[in-house]
T-cell receptor, first 113, second 113 residues
Framework: NAGVTQTPKFQVLKTGQSMTLQCAQD?????MSWYRQDPGMGLRLIHY???????DQGEVPNGYNVSRSTTEDFPLRLLSAAPSQTSVYFC????????????FGPGTRLLVL | GENVEQHPSTLSVQEGDSAVIKCTYS??????FPWYKQELGKRPQLIID?????GEKKDQRIAVTLNKTAKHFSLHITETQPEDSAVYFC????????????FGGGTRLMVKP
């Protein structure tokens, strides 16, 4: 199993550009989520999904869209990038809701100029 | 929502000493408390977790204690080694909010040889 994979590893954007961060998992996990981690800070939940076709907002959803058309994939879209979105983005998955272990992907480092 | 505070933000210990990191949470409905270790440039990885029906859990040199009345939980690392140096995050899961983990701000642990 590859676990949770993310692409790209690093991306530079100009203000106003859009892009999609890819996340995939091959563990047949129902639950997937996106976090952002700013320097010296903990992780903050952006969006999450409890299964294919179902998504919901986390703590900091503004400026981001998600979709979950398959169990495996959970892409995160930045609609119009802003410097405040410069961060490291982690995708995570778990077998189900509640007290299930979350497995994190390797992260995508995003710089918005 | 949930709010998690973590202390200290940095902790320096001598190899072989013990390290203790403390977290407090705000919502008494939270029922799951994982701890993650994040090495520089890497993804967070679960090291231990505890559920609200248990007061203490131990795994070799790592232990976690939970005080539901006071709404705080702690990570204890004994006989610290240089490879324990990393950033440690606590988190709390609000049971009636799906799988939305709220993270503390992190503790940078430095173990000096």
């Amino acid at each position: 199993n590859a676990g949770v994979t993310q692409t790209p590893k690093f991306q530079v954007l100009k203000t106003g550009q859009s892009m999609t961060l890819q996340c995939a998992q091959d563990m047949n996990h129902e639950y997937m989520s996106w976090y952002r981690q700013d320097p010296g800070m903990g992780l903050r939940l952006i969006h999450y999904s409890v299964g294919a076709g179902i998504t919901d907002q986390g703590e900091v959803p503004n400026g981001y869209n998600v979709s979950r058309s398959t169990t495996e994939d959970f892409p995160l879209r930045l609609l119009s990038a802003a410097p405040s979105q410069t961060s490291v983005y982690f995708c995570a998955s778990s077998r189900g809701q509640g007290t299930e272990t979350q497995y994190f992907g390797p992260g995508t480092r995003l710089l918005v100029l | 929502g949930e709010n998690v505070e973590q202390h200290p933000s940095t902790l320096s210990v001598q190899e072989g000493d013990s390290a203790v990191i403390k977290c407090t949470y705000s919502d008494s409905a939270s029922n799951y408390f994982p701890w993650y270790k994040q090495e520089l440039g890497k993804r967070p990885q679960l090291i231990i977790d505890i559920r609200s029906n248990v007061g203490e859990k131990k795994d070799q040199r790592i232990a976690v204690t939970l005080n539901k009345t006071a709404k705080h939980f702690s990570l204890h690392i004994t006989e610290t080694q240089p490879e324990d140096s990393a950033v440690y995050f606590c988190a709390a899961l609000l049971g009636n909010a799906g799988n939305m983990l709220t993270f503390g701000g992190g503790t940078r642990l430095m173990v000096k040889p």
